[in-house]
């Protein structure tokens, strides 16, 4: 989404109508990703997208035809607490048998405006990671360039004629570029012979599959141009099922039925950002955001089949950021703190009668830089 980090303040002097024709388009987004995966639940492990907070019209403007805008794109997070469903398993915490996953993902992106509504970007990201189990003998550390992706997107209000709200869409396909099974040389206990270690699917750079990134930007200012709503977001639908890594983490073995659970699963992700944005009159280029984000893997997905070994559930944040333009340079920083986790049950779960468990982060950190030429 790195269209949806930056934009400016373009002086509102276009119509300040179209606010239930902006609601309206908000709401069938909404219903669209909603009403297809929420009803299954969605999971936080896998973290593979930054977002992006406001719309163009907040900071920085449109970005003008034939213009170029590079996003640098950074997240750390750092996953500790177990959850199965909703329910923190405290325990875990106080025998010191957490799993801790410690995630530093960058994305590049590269945008080229075609024309005033039409604009296509390619998203190269850069993943390190490590995953250790508190009282376990050894730390697997994974690194590499992941997925690349490649998308299109349309503004479908003429952005001359609407400075004040519009909707952007966008829908590309992702490269299975990443590594997705990336092998450590440990020695799992002592005195035992070193031996080549899988790491888990939530720490290597690649899913192992084709997906289809959808996202969207949606913004509407309120009163003045100095405060906006926006609702911004992103589902990657993955095709194939399974990628045929056998999860071995930490002794990890299949249940008795492992028709259900022989490899890693291909999973969906999500991610929605609501909220509010207040650009201060004291401070030229100056912005707040808040507002809740929204992120995770379903159960089931959009297109293929549920079967493979997955961690559903999501993850929901309050995201409070600043935003400052100067020039052609945009530079964000924003801060989600998890106020509710939910670790649903995966199809192998449902057939099983098990309910697998999932450590989750409370804090995500997010920055961006941006420079448009």
């Given at each position: 989404?790195?269209?949806?980090?930056?934009?400016?303040?373009?002086k509102?002097?276009?119509?300040?109508?179209?606010?239930?024709?902006?609601l309206?388009?908000?709401?069938?987004?909404?219903?669209?990703?909603?009403?297809?995966?929420?009803?299954?639940?969605?999971g936080?492990?896998?973290a593979?997208?930054?977002?992006?907070?406001g719309?163009?019209?907040?900071?920085?403007?449109?970005l003008?035809?034939?213009?170029?805008?590079?996003?640098?794109?950074?997240?750390?997070?750092?996953?500790?607490?177990?959850?199965?469903?909703?329910?923190?398993?405290?325990?875990?915490?106080?025998?010191?048998?957490?799993?801790?996953?410690?995630?530093?993902?960058?994305?590049?992106?590269?945008?080229?405006?075609?024309?005033?509504?039409?604009?296509?970007d390619?998203?190269?990201?850069?993943?390190?990671?490590?995953?250790?189990?508190?009282?376990?003998?050894?730390?697997?550390?994974?690194?590499?360039?992941?997925?690349?992706?490649?998308?299109?997107?349309?503004?479908?209000w003429?952005?001359?004629?609407?400075?004040?709200?519009?909707?952007?869409?966008?829908?590309?396909?992702?490269?299975?570029?990443?590594?997705?099974?990336?092998?450590?040389?440990?020695?799992?206990?002592?005195?035992?012979?070193?031996?080549?270690?899988?790491?888990?699917?939530?720490?290597?750079?690649?899913?192992?599959g084709?997906?289809?990134?959808?996202?969207?930007?949606?913004?509407?200012?309120?009163?003045?141009?100095?405060?906006?709503i926006?609702?911004?977001?992103?589902?990657?639908?993955?095709?194939q099922?399974?990628?045929?890594?056998?999860?071995?983490?930490?002794?990890?073995?299949p249940?008795?039925?492992?028709?259900?659970?022989?490899?890693?699963?291909?999973?969906?992700?999500?991610?929605?950002?609501?909220?509010?944005?207040?650009?201060?009159?004291?401070?030229?280029?100056?912005?707040?955001?808040?507002?809740?984000?929204?992120?995770g893997?379903?159960?089931?997905?959009?297109?293929?089949?549920?079967?493979?070994?997955?961690?559903?559930?999501?993850?929901?944040?309050?995201?409070?950021?600043?935003?400052?333009?100067?020039?052609?340079?945009?530079?964000?920083?924003?801060?989600?703190?998890?106020?509710y986790?939910?670790?649903?049950?995966?199809?192998?779960?449902?057939?099983?009668?098990?309910?697998?468990?999932a450590?989750?982060?409370?804090?995500?950190?997010?920055?961006?830089?941006?420079?448009?030429?």
């Open positions: 989404m790195a269209d949806a980090i930056g934009g400016g303040c373009i509102n002097m276009g119509k300040r109508s179209g606010v239930a024709q902006i309206q388009a908000m709401a069938v987004v909404a219903l669209v990703v909603l009403g297809s995966s929420v009803a299954h639940a969605q936080c492990i896998i593979h997208s930054t977002g992006g907070v719309g163009p019209a907040n900071q920085g403007g449109y003008q035809a034939h213009h170029w805008q590079l996003d640098i794109n950074y997240r750390h997070q750092f996953s500790f607490r177990h959850f199965v469903g909703d329910i923190e398993q405290e325990y875990r915490l106080q025998e010191g048998t957490e799993v801790e996953n410690r995630i530093n993902l960058e994305n590049f992106v590269l945008t080229y405006q075609i024309s005033p509504r039409w604009s296509a390619i998203n190269v990201p850069l993943l390190t990671a490590s995953r250790h189990k508190h009282d376990g003998y050894y730390t697997m550390h994974t690194a590499g360039v992941g997925d690349v992706s490649i998308s299109v997107q349309r503004w479908m003429d952005p001359q004629n609407n400075p004040s709200h519009n909707v952007q869409l966008g829908l590309g396909i992702q490269f299975p570029t990443g590594r997705d099974n990336i092998q450590n040389r440990v020695i799992v206990a002592p005195g035992l012979p070193p031996q080549e270690v899988i790491p888990d699917y939530s720490v290597q750079p690649g899913t192992g084709y997906g289809i990134p959808f996202q969207w930007i949606a913004f509407q200012d309120l009163g003045s141009s100095r405060a906006q926006y609702f911004n977001g992103s589902y990657l639908i993955t095709p099922e399974m990628n045929g890594v056998v999860p071995d983490h930490f002794g990890y073995a249940p008795p039925n492992p028709a259900y659970t022989p490899y890693f699963s291909i999973s969906d992700e999500y991610l929605m950002e609501a909220g509010v944005a207040y650009s201060f009159a004291s401070v030229k280029g100056l912005s707040a955001t808040f507002g809740p984000r929204d992120e893997v379903p159960a089931h997905d959009l297109i293929g089949g549920d079967l493979g070994f997955r961690r559903p559930g999501f993850a929901l944040s309050l995201e409070p950021g600043l935003q400052y333009y100067r020039w052609d340079d945009i530079f964000t920083v924003t801060v989600g703190r998890a106020i986790r939910d670790r649903t049950r995966s199809v192998p779960d449902i057939h099983l009668g098990t309910h697998g468990d450590a989750f982060a409370d804090w995500v950190w997010l920055a961006s830089f941006t420079h448009r030429f």
